[in-house]
T-cell receptor, first 114, second 115 residues
Framework: AQSVSQHNHHVILSEAASLELGCNYS??????LFWYVQYPGQHLQLLLKYFSGDPLVKGIKGFEAEFIKSKFSFNLRKPSVQWSDTAEYFCAVNAAGNTGKLIFGQGTTLQVKP | GAGVSQSPSNKVTEKGKDVELRCDPI?????LYWYRQSLGQGLEFLIYFQGNSAPDKSGLPSDRFSAERTGGSVSTLTIQRTQQEDSAVYLCASSRTTSGAYEQYFGPGTRLTVT
């Protein structure tokens, strides 16, 4: 069965610090990979996605993620966080050619101190 | 509509009662998904629809849970004889098709509390 593991459950950073959130998945086949974000009081929304091609993908608000197939990883990065990045971040995996069903990690709560 | 809508936004019910949760997907989206977000369990897939059929119900936790979709649009998730462990936020998402290549758009969720 597919599973997704997010290593950091709660991260606290000061503004302008760099961010890296880890995500590893277990699935032997081709995958589609996603990072979703949930800002306080808002819906889950897509930050970025990887389907194929360049393993370094860029998303909204200056976020990027790198797919490393050999490590089954899809880590999220941002060079300089802002207070407005305070949110919960979810990594998700979909088995390509499957039903679109997403398997989510447990989520990481990011708190950015002004 | 502009986005996925869900109703009610909050539901408090007594243990043993039945509840119905509604999801209105984005117009034209043929795929519809239900997920559950609970403390300690994170976000779990429950069921998905392609049109009105549900090819994958593997995530439904028990036979007390059922869902239907009519007219390729509105979906209802029904929980019979609710238990305290059913307390969670139930999220609905829709996408153009079930291909994983299409983004899923999430609704605001229904927070269910079973007392």
């Amino acid at each position: 069965a597919q599973s997704v593991s997010q290593h950091n459950h709660h991260v606290i950073l000061s503004e302008a610090a760099s961010l890296e959130l880890g995500c590893n998945y277990s699935y032997g086949g081709t995958v589609n990979l996603f990072w979703y974000v949930q800002y306080p009081g808002q819906h889950l929304q897509l930050l970025l996605k990887y389907f194929s091609g360049d393993p370094l993908v860029k998303g909204i608000k200056g976020f990027e993620a790198e797919f490393i197939k050999s490590k089954f990883s899809f880590n999220l990065r941002k060079p300089s966080v802002q207070w407005s990045d305070t949110a919960e971040y979810f990594c998700a995996v979909n088995a390509a050619g499957n039903t679109g069903k997403l398997i989510f990690g447990q989520g990481t709560t990011l708190q950015v101190k002004p | 509509g502009a986005g996925v809508s869900q109703s009610p936004s909050n539901k408090v019910t007594e243990k043993g009662k039945d509840v119905e949760l509604r999801c209105d997907p984005i117009s034209g989206h043929t795929a519809l998904y239900w997920y559950r977000q609970s403390l300690g369990q994170g976000l779990e897939f429950l069921i998905y629809f392609q049109g009105n059929s549900a090819p994958d119900k593997s995530g439904l936790p028990s036979d007390r849970f059922s869902a239907e979709r009519t007219g390729g649009s509105v979906s209802t998730l029904t929980i019979q004889r609710t238990q305290q462990e059913d307390s969670a936020v139930y999220l609905c998402a829709s996408s153009r098709t079930t291909s994983g290549a299409y983004e899923q758009y999430f609704g605001p969720g229904t927070r269910l509390t079973v007392t």
